[in-house]
Every structure is written in structure tokens, then in C-alpha cells.
């Protein structure tokens, strides 16, 4: 059964692990790309449900893994493919979450949730695939807590190039972000979240990139200061998804949660320059506010509901995107903002 905090209840059929489990009820609009989304560590702490209806027809694939292992808390989907016919499966996604302890539900009406999660705005929730078991009566909120803490690494580590160094301050980076960087040729010093700025100075990077990840960014206020005060080295900064926020915040703007977040694969994003719209992977539950941006200038707008989508400091080589310009999966339209990343730290 899955049971959202206003008492809605709905009942399906269990798969991956025997387990109760709380978090964020949240949807995904893609089509494609479960395993990507399922090992994204931006939705730690998140009850994930896919609005597209078959899942688990091409089965599972360590080459499309974003992070080490399923980063989400349950699973949510109508129907449950338990025998895929593709020539890249290793195991099937039912047996894949179950050997890493992620309960699925299968068999609701996935088109109802998602009605009601846009009407009413995301939900706590709790998933369970125990006969017998209770939900509690009060779910804890995964976004009262430091969720970076949870995703990022331990220790540093070093992706070998011969290119500028850039260090990666990864709040729950996705891997295509370090291919991305490596594509190009790029010397990358992945640290932990927690990894202050002089200790990233000692690294003698070229530039910095802040990675995306899971929860408030409010909550990572060690974070902010030491992105405020790389920011006061004037190198380039380039920050993505929960990146942005955290740029913003370090140069004293604000942000706020959207009522039920962006989350799939065909958000348009339009490049306020250019006039030209992109189509871009997006995931997350927090964005900019426009109005608090004072050294900054807007240069994405979401079409939909016109948030902040790139923000680029007025002298500073300083800029970022609420969008994943490394896609995986999704569109490849924006991945030309590595490419600019990389002529900052050239000084072309």
C-alpha cells in the first residue's frame, strides 16, 4: 500500500524489497531512463512514481548508472515489467531493488497520484510491500534534514587528465556530470560536500563546478559559505541543479520550493539572449527567486511557468543552470555549457 499524509490510500501489487519506507511522493514524466532516475542521488529521500506506464521493459544496466546504487527511498510505477528482452540487461528492476533494499508498488492508477500531487503539491508519503504493516502516523519530512551529507562522498577522488584541473563539490553528483568534465579533456578532483574553501584552493583548481543533489539547499549552509567564498577568487564557477541554488544563496539571493517540482525529460527552457528554447532533463523540488538577484542576470526562463532556469553573474565569471546539461538520459541540446565552462578557465 502507498498512503499520502492527507489519508489517501492506494493498494498494488509488491515488488523489489519486503519493506516499509517514508518520504517525498514525487513524479517523473520520462519516458525513458528509469535507471538513471532511480540512481540519481538528487532524489534521496523521495518516493519516486513514474507517470510513463510500462517500466522495466529493457531491465537494468550498470553503464546507465548515475551514482553507485539506488538513491530513492521507494518505487511507484503501473506496470512492472519482471522480464525484459534487451541486449544490455544484467537483471530484471524488480530484482535489481530488491537486492538493495528498495520496495516498488506496481498496479495503481499512477495517472490519479500524479493529478493529485499537481493539485495539491507534493506529499509525504510512506510505501510498504509487509503484509500486515502499519503506516506511521507521522512521516518525517526528508527535507527538515541535510540530505547532502547522505549522498556525497567520503574522501576524495581523482579522475586523472591532462587538461585544467577542476574540482567537483559534490553534493550528489551524477556521473555523467564527471563524464561530461572528462570528455573534454578536463583534470577532475571530486571532494566531499563538506570540503571547506582553502581546502579546495589547496587542490589549485582552474575552475570550480558545484554539483546537483537532494533536498533544501537551504540546509547545506557549509556549502553556501565556501561557494561564498570561492566566488571571491574570481575563477569560474559553474553550478547545476541544486548547484544554482546554492550559487544564488552564496551571493545573497533566495529560494523557494516549487509546489510539486520539475522532473522529466522535455521541460523548454528559453536562452533570454537568443530567444532560442532547448529542451532540457530537469530534476528538482527548489529554484531561484528572481526577485532576490542583485549582482546576477537571468538568462534561461522555464516556459511553462517562467522560473529561473540560468543565472550568470554581471562580472564574475560566475554562472549556472537549474537544468542537467549532461542530460542521461534526455536531450543533448545544452551540453554546448560544458564547452563554455571550459572557455572560462582558457580565458577566451
Known sequence: MLVLEDGTVFYGKPFGASKAVSGE?????????????????????????QTYPLIGNYGVSEDDFESDSPKIEGYIVSEICKKPNHRTAQKSLDSFLAEHGVPGIAGIDTRALTKKLRMKGVMLGVLSTEDGTAPETKIPDPNETDLVEKVTISKPIFYENAGKTVVVMDCGVKMNIIRSLLERKLNVIRVPASYAADRIMELKP???LISNGPGDPKKVDYVIEATRQLIEYKMPVFGICLGIQILALAMGGNTYKLKFGHRGQNHTCMDLKTKRCYITSQNHGYAVDAA?????????????????????????????VQ????????????KFLFDKFVKMMNNE
Open 25 to 49: 511522493v514525487v513524479f517523473n514524466t520520462g519516458m525513458v531512463g528509469y535507471t538513471e532516475a532511480i540512481t540519481d542521488p538528487s532524489y534521496k529521500g523521495q518516493i519516486l512514481c
Open 323 to 334: 537544468f542537467h546539461p549532461e542530460a542521461a538520459p534526455g536531450p543533448t541540446d545544452t
Open 292 to 320: 532576490s538577484l542583485n549582482d546576477c542576470e537571468i538568462t534561461f526562463l522555464n516556459v511553462n511557468d517562467k522560473t529561473v532556469e540560468g543565472i550568470e553573474h554581471k562580472s564574475l565569471p560566475v554562472f549556472g
Open 206 to 208: 582552474d575552475g570550480i
